[in-house]
């Protein structure tokens, strides 16, 4: 009898319990809320600045709020920085950003399906600690080695000066990374592969670059962004201005006593353009690979 008595009251409570807990989880979470307000506050007004920023006049710049659309928009800013040799600075960072980024990603593919394939072997082992203990060497400690390799290798004031240090650079965190993906492939893959007779170059190429083509992609979305931002190497591995890249053209827009701040900033809006179309096009397999990042 106490079994019946009992079985109500837990039909009873059961819907309260979930109805409590419910209206619980729907209560504001008005901390959270603010925070996530203050943080699109921090975002969005620098972007908004330097968007109303590139079309106003620089005689009107200082004399006006910051945070104020301009009232008589202008374009001249624009057309100054395309008539700064943009073009050609452009070409320039396209240049080394492309003939680093390929080889880089292309070799630290390669270097990481080796190293998972072969683990057994202590060479591999070896040359996996050596790619790790390059994460912990910075540039900036490497600047003066850097250069006078480069001035006895006679490539100073190059394109090609800025792409050698850059594909090193590139080299560990990208092995790392590939490294991380290619491991999660399953063995009977690669076994069914071998049985089928293919080598270890189609397999690498027809499994291995496939399955982990979105931590390619993530690779080579850092890779470039952060090649593409690099502002030393070039202020001091070249001195012609003929070889100067896009961060580093930013400094023709600063005179001696004085910053046109409206050129700068429309200098900035175009050399982001490209960084934007690139994730635009890259979008879905960079989340995807952070994803899958992050949940490893």
């Not at 009873?12 to 943080?39: H, I, K």
């Not at 050596?130 to 394109?159: N, W």
């Not at 080299?171 to 991380?180: D, E, F, M, R």
Request: net charge positive; hydrophobic share 50%; no cysteine.
């Amino acid at each position: 009898m106490s079994a019946t008595l009992t079985t109500p009251r837990q039909q009873v409570t059961g819907p309260r319990d979930r109805t409590s807990r419910a209206g619980a989880s729907r209560r504001p979470n008005w901390l959270g809320g603010l925070a996530s307000a203050l943080w699109l506050a921090v975002v969005v007004i620098p972007i908004y600045w330097v968007l109303i920023t590139s079309f106003k006049a620089q005689s009107s710049y200082y004399s006006s709020n910051p945070l104020v659309p301009p009232s008589d928009p202008t374009l001249d800013n624009y057309k100054l920085v395309l008539e700064s040799d943009f073009v050609g600075y452009f070409v320039n960072s396209v240049v080394v950003t492309a003939g680093a980024v390929v080889p880089a990603v292309t070799f630290s593919f390669m270097a990481a399906y080796a190293i998972v394939r072969g683990w057994e072997s202590r060479l591999l082992r070896m040359m996996n600690g050596l790619f790790l203990l390059g994460l912990a060497i910075p540039l900036q400690a490497t600047v003066i080695p850097i250069y006078l390799i480069i001035i006895k290798l006679q490539l100073y004031d190059s394109l090609l000066a800025l792409i050698l240090p850059s594909i090193a650079f590139s080299i560990p965190l990208s092995v790392l990374v590939l490294a991380n993906f290619i491991r999660d492939v399953p063995r009977e893959l690669f076994e069914s592969m071998r049985v089928d007779g293919a080598s270890e170059w189609t397999t690498m190429w027809r499994l291995a670059a496939p399955l982990t083509r979105p931590a390619i992609v993530t690779v080579t979305i850092y890779n470039a962004l952060t090649i593409w931002n690099g502002f030393l190497l070039p202020l001091i591995l070249t001195q012609d201005p003929a070889r100067r890249t896009l961060p580093l053209a930013l400094w023709t827009f600063q005179g001696q006593y004085s910053v046109n701040v409206p050129a700068v900033v429309a200098a900035v809006v175009l050399t982001t353009l490209p960084i934007l179309v690139l994730y635009a096009f890259g979008r879905r397999q960079l989340l995807s690979g952070l994803a899958a990042g992050f949940s490893r």
